[in-house]
């Protein structure tokens, strides 16, 4: 029979009797702390953070640590490579989007209080890796001009460079189309909700570069044939160079990542102008812009959920985490 001592624990108690008069108080070996009597005086020892030490001095005995993801498909990766029976990702919208894999979360079913055994099923969820979305760069272009007014040349020049960002409207949001495929479907009830309809890339170039709002103004007076009484109201009416009143088109059309590398998303945008004196600022503003970032984070979590197989919870893990 081999009485050699199997691990580190075993080694310290049979070497610990050669040392002196040591009194064993409590062992590893039976799941509680490492605590010993020694000579001078009986003091007592708490030896197990030097057992935790020498035990995990070339290999530590538990995986932990929090990875930073830059990507989706490395998160997704890293998931896929660490993950077990009971790991969970865990997602969030607001304040920002996010996707946090929690590799040795708790294990399903009810708690087990149990004193000496403790239970089976609980993880310290101390393995993670986490995921930020980065917005693009298009996204941050779009927002930061989004409801702030312009002038014509700081529109015109902006619109220019983001020409890229542009689409022209389909002939189904013209009205040319009677079969609208479902997106072109959801851009006329954008149309319709905001009474405007949908203008031209060249159009917004030409109306940057030449704009020129020529201001009428005169008198309407009405009166009531069985009271007498006259209402009189200044009109105020916008007229292009020929004398015209302007007809100008209040949406326009542009598709954009909303995360870096991510899919495209078409956004309606609203334009207006107005004057002030003699000089016109011009304002375009995205139509529902956080319903879009929901809708790419929401299928970013989903295809991370689909390719790793494991659980999607939306929100955070348990404080007490670490």
Request: hydrophobic share 40%; aromatic share 8%; proline share 7%.
């Amino acid at each position: 029979m081999n009485d050699t001592p199997k691990n580190i624990a075993e080694t310290l108690l049979a070497e610990l009797p050669r040392m002196g008069e040591v009194q064993v108080i409590s062992s590893p070996s039976d799941g509680l702390p490492f605590i010993v009597a020694v000579p001078d005086g009986l003091k007592v020892e708490d030896l197990t953070a030097k057992n935790r030490a020498l035990a995990e001095a070339l290999k530590p005995l538990q995986r932990t640590g929090k990875a930073v993801l830059t990507d989706l498909d490395s998160l997704i990766t890293w998931t896929n490579r660490f993950k077990g029976d009971h790991s969970v990702i865990f997602g969030q919208i607001q304040p920002k989007p996010q996707l946090l894999s929690v590799i040795d979360y708790h294990g399903e079913g009810a708690p087990v209080v149990d004193s000496e055994q403790g239970d089976p099923t609980a993880h310290y969820g101390r393995h993670r890796g986490i995921y930020s979305f980065p917005v693009s760069e298009e996204w941050k272009r779009w927002n930061q001009i989004s409801g702030q007014g312009l002038s014509k040349d700081e529109f015109g020049e902006f619109i220019e460079v983001n020409a890229k960002d542009l689409l022209d409207p389909t002939p189904a949001l013209l009205g040319h189309d009677s079969k609208p495929e479902p997106w072109e479907q959801r851009m006329i009830e954008v149309a319709a909700q905001l009474q405007g309809r949908f203008g031209q890339y060249a159009a917004l170039v030409q109306l940057s570069r030449s704009f020129q709002v020529h201001e009428t103004g005169h008198l309407n007076v009405t009166t009531n044939r069985d009271t007498g009484e006259a209402q009189v109201q200044f009109l105020t009416e916008h007229k292009d160079p020929d004398g015209q009143p302007l007809r100008l088109p209040n949406l326009f059309m542009i598709a954009i990542p909303v995360f870096e590398e991510g899919a495209f998303y078409r956004l309606a945008v609203r334009f207006r102008y107005r004057k002030s004196g003699d000089s016109v600022k011009f304002y375009v503003t995205l139509h529902n812009p956080d319903i879009a970032l929901r809708d790419a984070a929401r299928e970013a979590m989903k295809r991370a959920q689909e390719l790793t197989g494991v659980p999607l919870l939306m929100g955070t893990p348990e404080i007490g985490a670490a």
